[in-house]
T-cell receptor
Framework: GAGVSQSPSNKVTEKGKDVELRCDPI?????LYWYRQSLGQGLEFLIY????????KSGLPSDRFSAERTGGSVSTLTIQRTQQEDSAVYLC???????????FGDGTRLSIL | GQNIDQPTEMTATEGAIVQINCTYQ??????LFWYQQHAGEAPTFLSY????GLEEKGRFSSFLSRSKGYSYLLLKELQMKDSASYLC??????????FGAGTTVTVRA
């Protein structure tokens, strides 16, 4: 596609439920990144994919968070047993090679009730 | 750890100039980026500095001093559409970006 696409754009769910957030990077981009943006805070790095491999998962906040990427394209970020502190905007970015400027999607706004 | 500081808010008048400062202390350095983010939208890339000095791109310029851990983004001839959040980000290795909290710029008529 023309840009990074994320879905859903908004998600409201109850505490304790699992959620899946999807990222469709720019076609041909091998590197993919997930960030979390909380109100009044900077973007927080979560995980980096090169192809289908995740050489850096250091930013995942807890074992409730996981991500996968298949076919070197679409990635899914899964949050299990959601908590209220998980409420944030989750942003995905991609690059053709890892050292280029990252192109961001519009994000998924996640609200945990 | 990474520490990136920038002012929270700035206000300026249409047609004026605004300078957004960013200071950083990071465990590695492989370039500094500025992004613009309008409310509810994706951050968009503005500029990149890896060597000391000034990079100019139209109405936007960015400066870097690696020895001082300091950068600024200069916005000239401000327009109402420049009202947005401006994010300073430092790349510490080949891929990892650490972001400041962002500076909200409000342009007044």
């Amino acid at each position: 596609g023309a840009g990074v696409s994320q879905s859903p754009s908004n998600k409201v769910t109850e505490k304790g439920k699992d959620v899946e957030l999807r990222c469709d990077p720019i076609s041909g981009h091998t590197a993919l990144y997930w960030y979390r943006q909380s109100l009044g805070q900077g973007l927080e790095f979560l995980i980096y994919f090169q192809g289908n491999s995740a050489p850096d998962k250091s930013g995942l906040p807890s074992d409730r968070f996981s991500a996968e990427r298949t076919g070197g394209s679409v990635s899914t970020l899964t949050i299990q047993r959601t908590q209220q502190e998980d409420s944030a905007v989750y942003l995905c970015a991609s690059t053709e090679v890892s050292n280029q400027p990252q192109h961001f999607g519009d994000g998924t706004r996640l609200s945990i009730l | 750890g990474q520490n990136i500081d920038q002012p929270t808010e700035m206000t300026a008048t249409e047609g004026a100039i605004v300078q957004i400062n960013c200071t950083y202390q990071t465990s590695g350095f492989n370039g500094l980026f500025w992004y613009q983010q309008h409310a509810g939208e994706a951050p968009t890339f503005l500029s990149y500095n890896v060597l000391d000095g000034l990079e100019e791109k139209g109405r936007f310029s960015s400066f870097l001093s690696r020895s001082k851990g300091y950068s600024y983004l200069l916005l000239k001839e401000l327009q109402m559409k420049d009202s947005a959040s401006y994010l300073c980000a430092v790349r510490s290795n080949d891929y990892k970006l650490s972001f400041g909290a962002g500076t909200t710029v409000t342009v007044r008529a």
